[in-house]
């Protein structure tokens, strides 16, 4: 049975959908306005194949559009939940100014549910009255009448995202220019300014696995430098990337050929990350391609 379980509801336009989003964003199971008589059964449904974690977290919406809404059931039910079945359930209330509501249904010309033939201040103001009695329970409030939609993104991370789950898939990969840019690299880090081993005939056959090539690369005057500042870089922008929701973040390291340089440093940079407290997945996209000189363009003179 889920272990969690957070009932979302509040004002039409005060932001609902949005939070329900966020939340899913951060691997919670969400689902809208489901009939209060489905709760159970939604509890009692076995996991979806490949799931297999019990205390998977549970986002419902509900809202005065929710079929068989009724916010003294709600209340009943949720100390059901709490007190007979040992589940911890919170709720959280969104609430806005009636101004502030009726500039937004104005602006996108939408119809406030409540009063779809009247002005939406009447439906604002009966839908008020309507959820007194879950505002008034719930153990969580949010105003967003000075809120957008991505600062209250934000500010749901920050409240919610403490399972671990809310960083982004980080990837680092090497590849060789001369193959051309990975797709849908976020950042590319360019490493043909360090010396090439390619050049060199016993490295040659070698790769950046190899300890004699990364030996070689990392001797080059330029490397302890860079790869501090960009090791540095990347520590830096990861958690902004995390916070403002990106849910894939790949970092690619290319050279000419996509065998030596870019290999060695996306080892290096990775061990780093994990070194920092983060789960990057490493590949090497042009390994395995054989070396050829017309690639990689003419020796660097010494």
């Known amino acids: 049975m889920t272990k969690d379980i957070l009932l979302v509801t509040g004002l039409s336009g005060a932001g609902k959908s949005t939070v329900l989003k966020t939340l ?11 009939p209060l008589v489905l709760l159970d059964r939604l509890l009692e449904a076995p996991l979806a194949a490949g799931h297999t974690d019990d205390g998977h977290p549970l986002a419902i919406g ?10 003294v059931r709600i209340v ?12 911890d359930v919170g709720m959280l209330f969104l ?6 509501l009726e500039r937004r249904y104005s602006e996108t010309r939408r119809r406030h549910p409540l009063a779809p033939d009247r002005p939406a201040g009447d439906g604002i103001a009966r839908e008020r ?30 409240t919610f995202a403490d399972r671990g789950n809310d960083a982004p898939v980080l990837s680092v ?10 797709r849908n690299a976020d950042l590319v880090f360019d490493m043909r300014f360090l010396r090439n081993p390619h050049w060199n005939p016993e490295l040659r056959p070698g790769t950046g696995l190899d300890p004699k090539v990364a030996g070689y ?26 916070a403002e929701g990106k849910s894939y973040l790949s970092v690619a390291i290319g050279c000419t050929g996509g065998r030596h340089r870019s290999v060695h ?19 090497h996209r042009d390994l395995e391609a054989a070396p050829q000189d017309s690639l990689e363009g003419p020796p660097a003179s010494t």
Do not use: K
């Open 24 to 34: 899913e964003d951060l691997g919670w199971e969400v689902v809208d306005n489901l």
């Open 62 to 71: 509900i809202g005065t559009q929710t079929r068989d809404f009724d916010p």
């Open 76 to 87: 009943e039910r949720i100390r059901v939940l709490r007190d007979v079945h040992a589940l």
């Open 95 to 100: 609430d806005c100014s009636g101004s502030e």
């Open 129 to 158: 009255e309507l959820l007194r009695p879950l505002r008034d329970w719930a153990n969580r409030l949010i105003d967003t009448t000075d809120l957008t939609a991505h600062s209250l993104a934000q500010q749901v991370r920050a």
């Open 173 to 182: 990969q090497s590849f060789g220019f001369a193959r051309g840019l990975p």
């Open 217 to 242: 690369v990392a001797e080059d005057p330029a490397y302890p430098l860079a790869m501090e500042q960009i090791g540095a870089l990347l520590e830096l922008l990861i958690p902004r990337y995390r």
């Open 265 to 283: 440093v996306a080892e290096h940079l990775a061990a780093r990350l994990r070194a920092a407290g983060f789960s990057p997945t490493i590949t």
